[in-house]
Nanobody
Framework: EVQLVESGGGLVQAGGSLRLSCATS????????IGWFRQAPGKEREGISC????????YYADSVKGRFTISSDNAKNTMYLQMNSLKPEDTAVYYC????????????????WGQGTQVTVSS
């Protein structure tokens, strides 16, 4: 079975950093793109980043550009999201998702999802 597991969330003060991990299994990592989404209570799910390791492309939403960096360790089938200069508005549940194809900002395009990891940024 395809499985994605997020980890690395927690509580951090504004201006601090966290690194999220998305460990994948059950499929060939290089054949998929991995996206990061986040969802705060009462808000829509927001696409924030995506990586296509097969073509070496990365994408960032305007809300995180310059602060977050997506990367992958293909040997470990693991994708990372380094989050720097965190702001209280970054507080959300963060999800990784996978689809065989190209990066997309639309959650409905993704076939597989992790369980989510909570990120809380305090003032």
């Amino acid at each position: 079975e395809v499985q994605l597991v997020e980890s690395g969330g927690g509580l951090v003060q504004a201006g601090g950093s966290l690194r999220l991990s998305c460990a994948t299994s059950g499929f060939t990592f290089d054949d998929y793109v991995i996206g990061w989404f986040r969802q705060a209570p009462g808000k829509e799910r927001e696409g924030i980043s995506c990586i296509s390791s097969s073509v070496g492309s990365t994408y960032y939403a305007d809300s995180v550009k310059g602060r977050f960096t997506i990367s992958s360790d293909n040997a470990k089938n693991t994708m990372y999201l380094q989050m720097n200069s965190l702001k209280p508005e970054d507080t959300a549940v963060y999800y990784c998702a996978a689809v065989g194809g190209v990066c997309s900002w639309y959650a409905d395009e993704y076939d597989y999802w992790g369980q989510g990891t909570q990120v809380t940024v305090s003032s």
